[in-house]
């Protein structure tokens, strides 16, 4: 079965830290790029980050663009979101997903990029207080 696990969401206050996980399995990782999603109460989900380890590229939305990082354990089949100096507009739903496109660095950063993944994970909540 295929599967994504996105773990580590939390509570933390402004300008604090926390790092994401997201574990896959059930295909083969080096094939898909790994997606970070977003989705904060009453708005649309929002593609954030991206890495496709086939050939080193990343994205990051302008509004984490310096303060998240995204890196990759291939071993692990596991990628990482290192989410630094938090804000309360952070507060969202975290979604992985995986897609398998060659554009897929390219194509999440535009809104129609959540219907063409080909796997998703579940959420993990992060909240940031003020």
């Known amino acids: 079965d295929v599967q994504l696990q996105a773990s580590g969401g939390g509570l933390v206050q402004a300008g604090g830290s926390l790092r994401l996980s997201c574990a896959a399995s059930?295909?083969?990782?080096?094939?898909?790029?790994i997606n970070w999603f977003r989705q904060a109460p009453g708005k649309e989900r929002e593609g954030i980050s991206c890495?496709?380890?086939?050939?080193?590229?990343?994205y990051y939305s302008d509004s984490v663009k310096g303060r998240f990082t995204i890196s990759s354990d291939n071993a692990k089949n596991t990628v990482y979101l290192q989410m630094n100096n938090l804000i309360p507009e952070d507060t969202a739903v975290y979604y992985c997903?995986?897609?398998?496109?060659?554009?897929?660095?390219?194509?999440?950063?535009?809104?129609?990029?959540?219907?063409?993944?080909?796997?998703w994970g579940q959420g993990t909540l992060v909240t940031v207080s003020s």
């Open positions: 890495i496709k380890g086939s050939d080193n590229e990343i």
């Open positions: 059930g295909f083969t990782f080096d094939d898909y790029a």
């Open positions: 997903a995986a897609d398998s496109s060659p554009l897929a660095c390219k194509v999440i950063r535009h809104s129609s990029s959540v219907h063409v993944q080909d796997y």
